[in-house]
């Protein structure tokens, strides 16, 4: 009988063997060339600085050297072969390549203080290229071996490590000059007065509220809140629609043929894409969602169904409706999203049906919803855009005679409203005056009924196709109260017409 393969045997060619004796790439002459002009001119340290440690540095001596020269440098200090060689002879970083005459040998391998920047950038580039090589050897030996992650969070974890290397912002920073945040907050301000002051940031669709806002503003988390059946989904859908509608027409605008420069996405932990999509349809093309469940339309509604629908595949509105999604999977599509298409605005359906980092478990719920909105602001800064976050609210609220929402009642809270830049209820006085609708029983006369019915009818009629979008906590800007015209049969939020002005739809 014949033995069958060893599957885990590298291949007979050779190939694995071959890559893995390959050397990792490094550039040790443009390591010795800067080190050089370091020690013949501090000044070159100014070029290298802002990007380079000694951690980028293939040969551990010269990384080493670097560093100590750094220090010396940053304390205001000389440093060159006389003053560093008391530092390298008791530290013994020089005796495994000769002792002090290396850095006599560094000073003829010197170039022009021009010269040490791009020097600098080819030994980060090989360094970025020893990292790839980590991270790919990381990839394949956790695919091969024993490990808790799924196939899938593999997938996930390798993106983050590589748009972390892609994106390393940690060596590219420091400090921006008062000039540059100065012109940073005057384009800010000359946006929002070409838009007559309304909108320095993305859209909601809402007059009121982007009156109140200057509308939706990268790196912001805005948490939406509010009981069962008060309409977050709907109001959330409506500004994810009317932010996509706004960056398709901006691209219009600037000819045919011209794509939007960033997309909206949609994380739909509740409802499916299907729904969420027979939402939209509805309050387009004004036919109720229940009827077109039921297939209860006429021709005429079905044409209109249908012109509305291949209008709307135009915009650039992408939704995602896995259940449970964990806080790394968001993050990776979104960085993709980001990378492949652009991306503009975040919303999440809703945060308490979200599950925490891979790899993380939380001791309780409270620490867990913690660390989950601690992860949605990471997303907003790191990929710089909003994101809209709705949460659910603790029963408290039911027990109160006034059941406008207040931050306590954020559900296992957390540090929902610390992380939050902006939290908003929204509330419909109308969805519990029904309730309290008055019952001919609790009467014992027909005219105490009818006076009560009566009433009744008069506060309804106040309240009737109105809502409250109360933004209790917001950094930048007034907090208060947005009033809100809802319309039940599609849905439907929009701006509640007091002052007639013509905002669209």
Request: hydrophobic fraction near 40%; aromatic fraction near 6%; proline fraction near 4%.
């Amino acid at each position: 009988m014949i033995d069958a393969p060893d599957s885990s045997a590298p291949p007979a060619d050779g190939a694995l063997l071959g890559v893995s004796l390959r050397q990792p790439p490094s550039n040790v002459d443009a390591e010795q060339a800067l080190l050089g002009a370091l020690l013949t001119n501090n000044k070159a340290y100014d070029r290298v600085s802002d990007f380079l440690t000694g951690a980028h540095f293939a040969n551990r001596v010269n990384g080493a050297i670097y560093d100590a020269i750094a220090k010396r440098i940053e304390a205001g200090m000389l440093a060159d072969p006389v003053t560093l060689r008391a530092t390298l002879e008791n530290s013994g970083i020089l005796d495994e390549v000769g002792g002090l005459p290396y850095l006599a040998r560094l000073l003829t391998a010197t170039v022009g203080i021009i010269n040490a920047g791009d020097y600098g950038r080819a030994i980060q580039d090989a360094w970025i290229r020893r990292q790839l090589i980590d991270i790919g050897e990381t990839i394949v030996n956790s695919a091969f071996g024993s490990t808790d992650l799924g196939g899938q969070d593999q997938i996930a974890a390798g993106e983050e490590q590589l748009f972390r290397l892609a994106t390393d912002k940690g060596q590219d920073g420091g400090f921006t000059g008062f000039d540059r945040a100065l012109a940073s907050a005057i384009e800010t301000a000359e946006k929002a007065f070409r838009n007559e002051g309304d909108v320095s940031g993305l859209t909601s669709g809402l007059r009121d509220f982007d009156k109140k806002t200057g509308g939706l503003h990268p790196s912001d988390l805005l948490i939406l809140a509010g009981r069962p059946a008060m309409g977050k989904t709907a109001l959330a859908t409506k500004i994810a629609f009317s932010a996509a509608r706004a960056l398709l027409n901006a691209a219009r605008e600037k000819g045919e043929g011209v794509q939007p420069e960033g997309a909206v996405a949609i994380f739909s932990l509740e409802m499916s894409s299907e729904q969420l999509a027979t939402r939209i349809l509805s309050e387009q093309a004004e036919v109720s969602g229940e009827r077109i469940r039921r297939g209860d339309i006429g021709q005429k509604e079905f044409d209109r169904f249908v012109r509305v629908s291949r209008e709307l595949t135009q915009l650039p509105l992408v939704i995602d409706d896995t259940p449970a999604i964990s806080l790394s999977a968001m993050r990776t599509r979104c960085r993709r999203l980001k990378r492949t298409k652009g991306l503009s605005l975040v919303v999440v359906d809703y945060l308490q049906l979200m599950r925490p980092a891979v790899g993380t478990r939380p001791d309780n719920r409270v620490l867990e919803i913690s660390m989950i909105t601690q992860g949605l602001k990471a997303i907003a800064k790191e990929l710089e855009v909003p994101v809209i976050a709705l949460s659910q609210l603790s029963r408290q609220v039911e027990s109160r005679e006034d059941k406008r929402p207040m931050l306590s009642d954020l559900r296992e809270s957390g540090s929902i409203e610390q992380d939050a830049d902006a939290v908003m209820f929204v509330y419909r006085d109308e969805y519990y005056l029904q309730q309290r609708e008055p019952k001919e029983t609790a009467y014992d006369s027909s005219d105490k009924y009818q006076a009560a019915l009566e009433d009744w009818g008069r506060k309804m009629e106040l309240v009737h196709n109105k809502a409250e979008l109360i933004l209790e906590k917001q950094r930048h800007g007034p907090t208060g109260t947005v009033q809100l015209y809802f319309e039940g049969q599609y849905t439907r939020f929009a701006d509640l017409d007091t002052v007639h002005e013509d905002y669209g739809r």
